[in-house]
């Protein structure tokens, strides 16, 4: 398949590109890594007239800890997050989602911004934030706004950037002593997209309750899911397995799948139960010093 024609543009700042943003407005697309957008432009889906290159701003692909935080610039991939140590040693959430996103070929190419971006509840890092409580920082001809993650997916394909802006940095916030993670996906094969997916971010206090927790879910409802009660029902209680049972199923309650070629409603909300206690149990043993 063969694109429509479209005007090719490769701004060199971030200020170049946000000004070329404000005066094509909804005429123009973000290109990044390009791993969700040219399929959609080689199928005719997106007929934008304009495209945006942002892959000649310098200083944007860095992953580092800083001010409290992770922080993800714009044009970080995916293998960077696999290859980062810090990601390995302090974010097994994150660590755990990237490895399981498409293949190697996409990872070298796909961007943690892009994956927001595209506002797709299939990807996975939308459920990872929602899981961190990360922030989007994004850049528009104006300046800077940070955006908590709970605000920022507002539909299918939907969030909450204006035309003019761009997502320039994901935030997510150290995590203190005694945390842990997990990202656990059910997919039909390897690369593909979840059938239904869970990530759980929990921190110990000192007496083995549960000091803070985020559960969110992937591919079960028009936006990924951040699975509320169930993190209500952990929080400050020992983990033990009826606690964990019990958040299970809160958060298969809270999934509104549709079904598909993937499985029946019913079936997918089962595997968000299941997935759950996985994802807990692993993020358990990890603010625990397990791998």
Sequence with gaps: MIPAGFDYHAPATIGEATALLSRLGDDAKVLSGGQSLIPLLKLRLASPRHLVDINRIPGLAY???????????????EVDL??????RARYPLLADATRVIADPLVRNL??????LAHGDPANDHPAVMLALGAEITATGPFGARRIPIGSFFKGPFETALKPDELLTEIRAPAPPPRSGGAYVKLERKVGD???AAVAA?????????VADI??????????????????????????DDAAIKEAAQLAADAA???????????????????LTARALRKAIERAG???
Excluded at 217 to 235: C, F, S, W
């Design 256 to 274: 509104r799948p549709e079904p598909d070629l993937r499985g029946s409603a019913e079936y997918k909300k089962d595997v968000v139960r299941v």
């Design 110 to 115: 796909a961007t943690v911004a892009g994956n």
């Design 289 to 291: 010093g397990g791998k």
């Design 214 to 239: 985020g559960i969110a879910l992937t591919n079960v409802g028009l936006t990924p899911i951040k699975a509320d009660k169930a993190e209500a029902a952990l929080r400050g209680r020992r983990p």
């Design 63 to 77: 992953v580092k800890e800083a001010d409290g935080a992770l922080r993800i610039g714009a044009l970080a991939r």
């Design 201 to 209: 971010q929990i921190t110990l206090a000192g007496d083995g309750t």
């Design 82 to 87: 696999d290859e980062s140590d810090v990601v």
């Design 193 to 195: 997209f979840a059938t």
